[in-house]
């Protein structure tokens, strides 16, 4: 039907919508047929012999329930074994009848340590396949994107090599490194502003300041601007606040600065310099020499239509100073996506932030659904034994629920079954139904499970802390403070201990951080802690084994060198998103090696047993 993923032409609008929604029309034909196909190659691999013999001639319903009543839903530990023994040079037919010919990394902050996950030649088209059903989308919505360029801010990370010889890359650098976007071929309405050896170039900071570059030069052509998170976009207008005379400077001559030495990414950018431009130098110099870099983006590329960024999840809390920056531009995410998976596609782009839902495309993957209930107001897992490890807890498989049978305003947890050697594999997000496109659900991500402060029987998730951080945010916004990065941690050192928040904040008018009223900063501590869940505050009041929450505010460009760190540790710069939960102890050195200011709670939240009703 529409596997493997069909080939168009992506300048063909018309057919790129027509394939859309035949998809969405035929998710549950699609996904039976998906299961099939995964299931009939692979059926002879070490992993799927060991669960079950299928007769895949006659796949169907029954055929459905078989492979779910013997294949376990797993986690990654479960799999670690398999994956490090083809790493380690054993043969991919263990759990894959196409050979793997990397593995992909995740996000070394996200839950924890990188993961490896397999990959496959097949699978970069099928990436491409994705990237090109974006832009269709984008649109019906965006008039004239083929009139201009785009300033996309993109990066990769050196590879790792396995004992195998196999190489391991965040999933954005193999894609950029592949032949499927380096020999890619022309499309009119996604033509970017920095040259392929910009995007290549293995020196971060040589990379962002060549592509800035060009953006900079290119500028009366820039469309639109974007990156992959908004927390790397906000990276770029802190890099360019930083060397914004530098650039200019480059402008005014006509020559690039001698620490550039990568010499294919010199090389391109000197192309695009050209000759010297004292016009341009001037009017850049002008915009970002005044007084606030509000609406600086709409100032500098005066034509650009949106910033496209994920603002969704933990990226949520960059929306404030986004819009700071931005001039009123719309905000725009436009897909859902991981190291094991690329997922969904937003069919409403210029909906708020708030409000954006992926659907997910029924031929990417064969797709079940952990229900999550929400209980006394907080999101848990019946199977999750309370925070348990997933390796003591039970749960009922019966309760997983196909793509096309999950249920309006319910809440799941993402499994996936790939293409690449992943069977019924738990990707730990959350997601809630917002709707349907045709026959295809559409999901709002809630948080990546997991990520959570405890100190007592409190757990706090990602999801609890980003709502009290904007609650209490709200008493700085009207002094002129923007909150541009946060984390925390459960310090124990202390008995009881208490919760430790980082913010990294910034003046409206300067860049230098006026003198932080101590008043208020308290109130922000409070107001933090009335606004996380019963348990905690009951914890806080009651029980007494919680002590006052506490907020470090940190000196500008913290954050940065946080990230540095990270990078250093294995991290991807591209893939990179700020942890909401710090664990690691040099990490928290470095934070507070950067304090200049501690504030904690005077007030005991408030809290009353949850349900009691008292009768007089």
Known sequence: MLLPPPHYDPNDNEAGMKLLEDLTTNAYQIQLQVLKEILTRNAKTEYLKGYFNLNIGHFDVDALQVFKKNVPVVNYEDIKPYIERIANGEPSDIISAQPITEFLTSSGTSGGQPKMMPSTDEDLERKTFFYNMLIPVMNKYVDDLDKGKAMYLLFVKPEIRTPSGLMARPVLTSYYKSNSFRNRPFNRYNVYTSPDETILCPDSKQSMYCQLLCGLVQRDEVLRVGAVFASAFLRAIKFLEDYWKELCSNIRIGHVSDWITDPSCRNAVSLILGRANQDLANLIE??????SWEGIIKKIWPRTKYIEVIVTG????YIPILEFYSGGLPLVSTMYASSECYFGINFKPLCKPSDVSYTLLPNMAYFEFLPVEKSNGELTQEFQCNGISDQDCQYDETEIVDLTNVKLGHCYELVVTTFTGLYRYRVGDILMVTGFHNNAPQFWFVHRKNVILSIDTDKTNEEDLLKAVTEAKLLIEPLGFLLTEYTAYADTCSIPGHYVLFWELKSKGSNNLSELDTDIMEQCCSRVEESLDSVYRRCRKKDNSIGPLEI???????????????????SSVNQYKTPRCIKSEEAINLLDSKVVGRFFSKRVPSWEPFGITVNK
Do not use: I
């Open 314 to 317: 933990s990226m949520a809390q």
């Open 552 to 570: 470090r505010v940190v000196k500008d460009g913290t954050f940065d060198a946080l990230m540095d760190f990270s990078v250093s540790q294995g």
């Open 286 to 291: 002008n915009e970002c020499g005044g007084e």
